[in-house]
């Protein structure tokens, strides 16, 4: 089974601190993507990666930036975060050049007060 | 800019009835998913469509695909209570580096009523 995790399940941070998601995934996979996912929005993509070391702006960039230095992690960082980013965090992965489906992992709910 | 839109966006249902979720999108792709969220948990997949005329069924759900019509349908035969949950679809647009990139819908909240 493929299988994504993320760092917590509940963050709670205030507004200015720098924040880290973490997510690890253990099959190999090649392309890994963060999504906030927001009531009546559904999933918007904040960036992605197709390969180590290499990332791509997804639909909503601003305010976050992402490290992979390792092909099973990819991590997603909040450099001074805000209320507006309060929100559900997931993480997903899935393998290159094949119409694949993407695997989430749990989700990360956010909270900047 | 790719635009994905599902309706109904909130759906009631009646035990033992069908109906319909409709997914529309506003530039070609031959490729879409759809997704099931429970309340509080991920997203996990459901089917994956992958050329115009596809037709995929597991229990009681049914999802096709209509490329030119930029249409995808998921249907629900006889509902059940344990269907009760929010559907997502998502197209499938190729990006850089070779990555498929999704978009999704806004999902419809289902909830199958005894």
């Known amino acids: 089974d493929v299988k994504v995790t993320q760092s917590s399940r509940y963050l709670v941070k205030r507004t200015g601190e720098k924040v880290f998601l973490e997510c690890v995934q253990d099959m190999d996979h090649e392309n890994m993507f963060w999504y906030r996912q927001d009531p009546g929005l559904g999933l918007r993509l904040i960036y992605f990666?197709?390969?180590?070391?290499?990332?791509e702006k997804g639909d909503i960039p601003e305010g976050y930036s992402v490290s992979r230095e390792k092909k099973e992690r990819f991590s997603l960082i909040l450099e001074s975060a805000s209320t507006n980013q309060t929100s559900m965090y997931l993480c997903a992965s899935s393998f290159r050049l094949v119409a694949d489906t993407q695997y989430f992992g749990p989700g990360t709910r956010l909270t900047v007060l | 800019e790719l635009k994905v839109e599902q309706n109904p966006l909130f759906l009631s249902m009646q035990e033992g009835k069908n109906y319909t979720i409709y997914c529309n999108y506003s530039?070609?792709?031959?490729?879409l998913y759809w997704y099931r969220q429970d309340p509080g948990k991920s997203l996990e997949s459901l089917f994956v469509?992958?050329?115009?005329?596809a037709v995929k069924q597991e229990g009681r759900l049914m999802a096709s695909l209509d490329t030119k019509a930029r249409l995808s349908t998921l249907h629900i035969t006889a509902a059940v209570h344990d269907l009760s949950a929010t559907y997502f679809c998502a197209v499938d647009i190729a990006s850089s580096g070779s990555a498929r990139q999704l978009t999704f819908g806004s999902g419809t909240q289902l909830t199958v009523l005894p």
């Open positions: 469509l992958l050329s115009n005329g």
């Open positions: 530039t070609t792709s031959d490729r």
């Open positions: 990666s197709y390969d180590v070391k290499m990332k």
